[in-house]
T-cell receptor, first 113, second 113 residues
Framework: GAVVSQHPSRVICKSGTSVKIECRSLDFQATTMFWYRQFPKQSLMLMATSNEGSKATYEQGVEKDKFLINHASLTLSTLTVTSAHPEDSSFYIC?????????FGPGTRLTVL | SQQGEEDPQALSIQEGENATMNCSYK?????LQWYRQNSGRGLVHLILIRSNEREKHSGRLRVTLDTSKKSSSLLITASRAADTASYFCATDGWETSGSRLTFGEGTQLTVNP
């Protein structure tokens, strides 16, 4: 199946700093990528839909100025958590849409101290 | 918003037994997908069933879909300890912004050796 990578896999940062997470589709072009957040023992919550060459579509309750998404190419989308706070600590997972399936990255564990 | 509900939330069985997980949803769907997630890892796509299909098999997995009841089930036969993971159903319904997945709450399956 198609491969989606995320970098970094784990990041620890201080409160108030910004963190950038990359999501790459390695062997196919993805016009649409999705960013999810997952808290411990909970399901995935869609944060935003990232479309190549256009602005991301954010889900209700997700602050677009705090979670900046850039989908500059057909193989790369980035999520930047700005001015991170401890409550932003979570597991962030991206996915890239293929023909029918979505292919998920391995996730990024963000810990904000 | 999460529209999928899964039951049971947790299931513990002995190796060799069958495991059945159920998923219900609320709106019309294009397809329904089942994913597996090991603790702290990304999602692995297991099987996709389209809205015009009623049953699908893949190895030890059997998925059913009843669109009249808006429900699906995932059966894992002859379970193994390595099947221990969280299992999520996800519905794909076309919207103006393109299809996106909505995840259920998940079932934590523990297979005891």
């Amino acid at each position: 199946g198609a491969v989606v990578s995320q970098h970094p896999s784990r990041v620890i940062c201080k409160s108030g700093t910004s963190v950038k997470i990359e999501c790459r589709s390695l062997d196919f072009q993805a016009t649409t990528m999705f960013w999810y957040r997952q808290f411990p023992k909970q399901s995935l919550m869609l944060m935003a839909t990232s479309n190549e060459g256009s602005k991301a579509t954010y889900e209700q309750g997700v602050e677009k100025d705090k979670f900046l998404i850039n989908h500059a190419s057909l193989t790369l989308s980035t999520l930047t958590v700005t001015s991170a706070h401890p409550e932003d600590s979570s597991f962030y997972i991206c996915s890239a849409k293929g023909r029918d399936e979505q292919f998920f990255g391995p996730g990024t564990r963000l810990t904000v101290l | 918003s999460q529209q999928g509900e899964e039951d049971p939330q947790a299931l513990s069985i002995q190796e060799g037994e069958n495991a059945t997980m159920n998923c219900s949803y609320k709106t019309s769907i294009n397809n329904l997908q089942w994913y597996r997630q090991n603790s702290g890892r990304g999602l692995v796509h297991l099987i996709l069933i389209r809205s015009n299909e009623r049953e699908k098999h893949s190895g030890r997995l059997r998925v059913t879909l009843d669109t009249s009841k808006k429900s699906s089930s995932l059966l894992i036969t002859a379970s193994r300890a390595a099947d221990t993971a969280s299992y999520f159903c996800a519905t794909d319904g076309w919207e103006t912004s393109g299809s996106r997945l909505t995840f259920g709450e998940g079932t934590q399956l523990t297979v005891n050796p």
